[in-house]
């Protein structure tokens, strides 16, 4: 194997899982460990060692002079009676390490819908970066569909190697078989709120994919009124746009809403009210429903990523791909709840 | 490095993402690669190739002639501003490759509570099954705290070795720190039930850890009442449970009801009504909602796992162990609804 590759261990585990999951009640022989060892590219020892710990764990019963089997005594009797399709959930390139507030959420929700299908999850983790070794790394997992959350660079070439593949993405960039929140119509129902507000000079944060997803329809809300938005106040990166907004409201610039997309909490809130503690009478506060500052006193308007309903209908294109309708390779933009406090 | 354990890739990978996730928006110097090969055992090509691919993502940058640094730029927004606490959630002893429905919402539900709290979550992948191993690889992910699901055999050292640990488990062997729903309670309360509805010939299938959690439940109710439960009918094993119950119905036992924790779905039903149709009329089900047959016809009594209140408490455990509360240590069981059908 690559150095850099899956290590030995895990690929030689999940392949005799997967033995396991597909036979269902019945042992099925796993081959040599000459023939391991050439399939995955593994020294004979590894191969062995693992073997080794994969019969003191109860998953392989070795048959004296037979060989070994894999023993379906050790899977959850819920997965037995059906062949249960294998699902994987790649985040990102399948290299996603941490997993903040938005990656804890869609994945929980994916997890719920897709094991309810029924069926069972296999968390994707590629040994690389490279395009490449990804796809082989995903091949390699037996999978009977894959959804690929926030990463699409390699959709297309799995799908020509027949895997069946949904993505979800925060992206405005939709591909077919993709499910992804309504950022442009957000934008445009909370555009067309803030102009109901009388508010025209709009601070916005973050310019910049994906963060920028919403900003369009805010921009056709206020072009259909007649009343462009100011390009000047688009800001282009995160670190800058504070300083910006900082500098703004110094000099006496009028800032009637902060839209901030960056889930930042608490400090756009203290950056407005640390040179100027009346806007918080004046100003609204435009974020995420998760990063809305606690009683901050400012008029908020705020949107929830539905990913409850992202990951129910991420299932419903599985289940389309799955019964070979054409549906299932559908575009769906999921509308987003507009919060006013 | 062993060549059962985490590939190294990933070693250099997580070290690093750690690295920018606690330096927060300071970028931070990282390593030699001399340092690197000989803080984890790993060759120095192989170092030098991971630290070119996280260059070329993005999350390195290389400056010339002083060294490379962290990119605070590449993380979520969302991190920023805070120092939010790694915590970590093994499944099992992290080896755990596929999800059921049992793994899919726990996890899930641990997903939602703990970045909530918030928190960046890592879910912990070891690279074996031995014990030694396993306590290494995950001191190693520098974690501020670690969420074990249904796996305790190496939770005590973690703890020795100074990690905030809180397990949540089916089993009734509680430890400590701990979380489970309480199934002892849940088999009293239908043992009454049963008692209720007259029903005395209860067969158990899969008198078996952890599967039989509740049954000491349904003996101590129908103690109570004068009226033990025969032991004869507390069948041990998955497979030969099924045959058995098979047997019972066909040799005209009077089975008044089957209490099945085997999530089977309709097996249960199915081999009741091949024998004996007429049993729909008399045979109650006793089962996990998420098991329960569509309209099977038949009386049913299910139980659900409360995941979002385990999930709940096992984020509450962990405040309190970040307080330094001994009420972290606590051992908490979580009510079971009952549901009759």
Known sequence: MSAIGTSEYMK???????L??????????????????????VSRPTVSKAMKELTSEGYIIGRRGIGSFTNPAKISPSSFGRQLPLIGI???????????????????????????MPAIVHLVSTGSSDKKQIICDIMNEQLNALVVVDGNSFVSDLRKMGLKVVTTTETHRLTPGS???????WGYLCG????????????????????????NGFRR???EAGAPLNEKFFLKDYRSSLTELKNMVHYGVQVDAVVDTLWVNNEVAEILMADNPELVKTCALVHNAFSAPQNSGFHEICYEIPFEQIAEETAELLRLQFAGDK?????RKIPMKMIIK
């Open 221 to 223: 809300a206020f072009r």
């Open 12 to 18: 030689i585990r999940r392949y005799v899982m997967n």
């Open 90 to 116: 790649s985040l990102g390139n399948g290299l996603m390490v941490h997993l903040d507030k938005y990656y804890g959420n869609i994945l929980a929700e994916l997890l719920k819908k897709i094991v309810a």
């Open 179 to 185: 499910v992804s929140p309504d950022y442009d119509a």
């Open 20 to 41: 396991i999951l597909h036979a269902g009640k019945d042992p099925v022989q796993i081959p040599t460990i000459n023939d391991l060892s050439e399939k995955f590219g």
């Open 192 to 215: 067309k709120q803030l102009l109901k507000e009388n508010r025209r000079n709009i601070v916005f944060l973050h310019d910049k994919e994906p963060w920028n997803a919403s900003y």
């Open 327 to 331: 549906a299932g390779m559908d575009i």
